[in-house]
């Protein structure tokens, strides 16, 4: 295993300190637990966002904390979801009396961690809702999951709901509309190759020299059917049909597109994705109204794409145009 | 070879028609010959940038095209540079009668298409200067290149002559300011693996299980030494070093800290690098005044990383901070 790595078990702190030394402007890092806030919290009344899960995203989630986002991430080891305890630390640390809302990736540990964490909080008059994120078409059930995955669609739900709360919606509108996003989103990915988990210390899974794992899961889990390599556009197009037959999406909805990196895939070559999610989008009579290309929610350096779409209606396009200011996703400010 | 493309010689086209479905509102490209324009391009008066080089080092060149950076890039095929024909024509296209400063990265066929194509423009009496990159203090002539290499340093040139051609600074300022940028700062950059070029097939180069190449080049090219694989630490160290003793970079500098992935490697382990570089800055007393940590300047999928110093007076800060809006870069707006 070759990785810019010192001890495999203290990458997680090094890389948060590291990300520190970066951001100082953008967030705040609490180590012993670990969670990451923002440098400039927000004031009394507004609702605080808190996600987190296994480390290995990154930009997801803490490359994600700051103005019109999340007010705190809790990493834990790399695949690995954080106990309860950092996750009811970070809330308590974030709420102003307006409450929280935890953004959870449909894991089973995730799920069971953070729900753990919510009971703490509400023992300390921390109010405290939840979403499950389980936006992933591949595979019903799964490696670590009961029901669908939650994958790159996350970040669109950070994005959404964050800006909600900026504004100034409450608990029940911010859940509402985190909800809402969950609900108006479908993702789905491909692999090209494995990753090297480091305590593991050896790829994720093996894949032939001519092998794609078509469905594939942020952490390496299985998809659902492995198949040969074929061009650009006839994987992307797989991934598109299952997305879209999913919801399904229909001519006249308009769309957010997220074509996301997995971590170890050129720029280039995910724009030739973009390409033909745009071509077969148009030919669908379904409009693109925002596009985002890039590497967003990773799987190390795992080479491989994911598509999401998410149907949204004015107040989701608003919200998703509003400001940010976090190390990962910036716009307007 | 597992990639997402299409056809290998079609690879530059369709990327840059998905770049440009995803990035509208801020990139016009043009085909036949291949550039991108701004979207909205500013009025009479204005200096204008043009890079380019080889495609394969995405978000550079075109993702830097915008307002506050570069007025047109100009890709090649992948790895090679473009003609002069592409680079003339786009340097007429932004001409706005104040001249155009071409920024080079140093290898012979960029240089030597650049300057036939600054000839052609002077026939044609646009004013064209020229800056060419050469921060890579790995190797002082290698494949390719007489003299040394243009590597990430050049994102920083082009943010910062074009924060100085933004505010009005005629040519004779942008000139001098993109000059003082590429003296004042230092890069080198190591790999752990290859990339593979569509239209090749095969890796670029080969590396044993536990081998490293210090001071590779952006296209793969032989570094200085390859050494054991060794601790994150200790290659950070060796490429901090190398890049300080060369200036060389001294006690009360400030410097723009750039830590730059070549495009394989996750996240995590880029701000591992950063933590280790932010503590031999500290260490020698110099100033990281700004950081910069992610993929800026790749070689396709190589896994790697390089380093970027940059010695700031209050002029280069002050344009370093100022707005910028392109595909691959955001700063408040």
Chains 1, 2 share one sequence.
Do not use: W
């Not at 991430?73 to 630390?89: H, L, Q, Y």
């Not at 540990?109 to 753990?116: Q, S, Y």
């Not at 692999?191 to 032939?208: K, M, Q, Y």
């Not at 994987?235 to 997995?262: H, Q």
Request: charged fraction near 25%.
């Amino acid at each position: 295993m070759k990785k810019l790595v010192n001890d495999v078990h203290s990458v997680v702190k090094e890389s948060l300190e590291g990300f520190q030394l970066a951001h100082s402007d953008v967030v705040d890092v609490h180590f012993d637990p670990d969670y990451i806030l923002r440098a400039e919290p927000k004031g009394e009344g507004k609702v605080a966002l808190v996600s987190g899960g296994g480390s290995g995203h990154e930009p997801l989630h803490g490359g994600f904390v700051g103005f019109g986002m999340l007010d705190a991430a809790v990493p834990g080891a790399v695949f690995t979801s954080p106990t309860p305890d950092p996750i009811k630390e970070a809330t308590a640390a974030v709420d102003r009396g307006a409450g929280v809302l935890h953004i959870v990736k449909n894991y089973t540990g995730d799920v069971l961690n953070f729900e753990t964490a919510a009971e703490l909080c509400e023992m300390e008059d921390i109010e405290v809702r939840s979403v499950i994120i389980n936006d992933d078409v591949a595979v019903e059930d799964s490696l670590y999951t009961a029901g669908r995955r939650g994958v790159a669609g996350t970040m669109l739900v950070e994005k959404i709901a964050g800006a909600a709360a900026e504004r100034g919606d409450n608990l029940d509108e911010v859940t509402r509309i985190a909800t809402e996003v969950n609900a108006n989103m479908r993702s789905m990915g491909l692999a090209l190759g494995p990753c090297t988990v480091p305590h593991a210390g050896v790829p994720s899974f093996e894949l032939g020299e001519t092998e794609v794992e078509m469905g594939i899961g942020i952490h390496g889990e299985p998809g659902y059917r492995r198949t040969e390599m074929r061009t650009a556009d006839e994987l992307t197009a797989e991934l598109y049909e299952k997305v879209k037959a999913d919801l399904p999406f229909e001519s006249g909805d308009r769309v957010v597109v997220l074509v996301n990196g997995m971590g170890g895939t050129p720029l280039s070559e995910l724009y030739i994705v973009n390409r033909k999610v745009q071509e077969l989008l148009e030919a669908d009579g379904i409009v693109a109204a925002r596009t985002l290309v890039g590497n967003f929610v990773t799987s190390l350096e795992m080479p491989g794409v994911s598509l999401t779409l998410l149907r949204v209606d004015d107040e989701m396009l608003e919200l998703f145009d509003a400001p940010a200011l976090t190390a990962g996703y910036r716009k307007g400010m």
